[in-house]
């Protein structure tokens, strides 16, 4: 399976939690399956989507709003601000999910070849000390892909799912950067 199959099995298993996509390929197939208010499309920032979820799940908690955050995020987008996951570690929201979708390659780009296929992400994570941190190998099916697995497990969540490279024929999102953000703060805001 490619990084377009993971995501809709992600959209397919998830209710009302908030998700943050990455950007490039990884936004416009998630807009392409289910464009959703709940969803904060990236559509600039490399490296970014976790961190951005990850201060939206410490603002939730802070205000004891119980919605889970998931990121969709991407191998090359990981290794490019790698720290993120220390941050994580360290302010340890019980309320995010890290959907890592690792196809070892920079999709977005032209699918050149990440480290990722030398290195193994999990591993890393668990080693950082991430206590939930589970491995997906989706290259030949998404059966395993089930984030209502995930969403009342106390956090952070980190699982890995690798898939094969691959870009769909995903449309451009249609919406400004502004209407993206308007419409997820609207969403935040009403629970």
């Known amino acids: 399976m490619k990084r377009y199959d993971a995501i809709k099995k992600i959209v397919e298993t998830v209710d009302d939690e908030l998700i943050v996509s990455n950007i490039g ?3 416009r197939e998630l807009y392409g399956i289910e464009d ?3 969803t904060f499309y990236m559509s600039g920032s490399m490296g970014m989507a976790t961190p951005i979820a990850l201060g939206l799940a410490m603002a939730l908690e802070i205000n004891n709003n119980p919605r889970k955050v ?3 995020d991407g191998d090359g987008s990981l290794l490019m601000n790698f720290g993120e996951l220390v941050t994580i570690y360290a302010q340890n929201p ?3 999910i890290i959907a890592l979708i690792d196809n070892e390659a920079y999709g977005s780009t032209g699918s050149q070849k990440t480290y990722s296929s030398n290195i193994n992400l999990s591993k890393i994570a668990e080693a950082i000390g991430f206590k939930e941190v589970y491995y997906i190998d989706a290259r030949e099916t998404t059966d395993d892909i089930d984030m209502s697995e995930y969403k009342d497990i106390k956090g952070p969540v980190f ?5 094969k490279p691959g870009n769909s024929d995903a449309p451009i999102i249609p919406l400004t950067p502004s209407m993206i953000k308007n419409r997820f703060m609207n969403e935040v805001q009403k629970k």
């Open 25 to 27: 390929f990884p936004s």
């Open 36 to 38: 959703k208010n709940e």
């Open 70 to 72: 998931i990121a969709i």
């Open 94 to 96: 019980e309320n995010l």
């Open 159 to 163: 699982i890995q799912i690798k898939v």
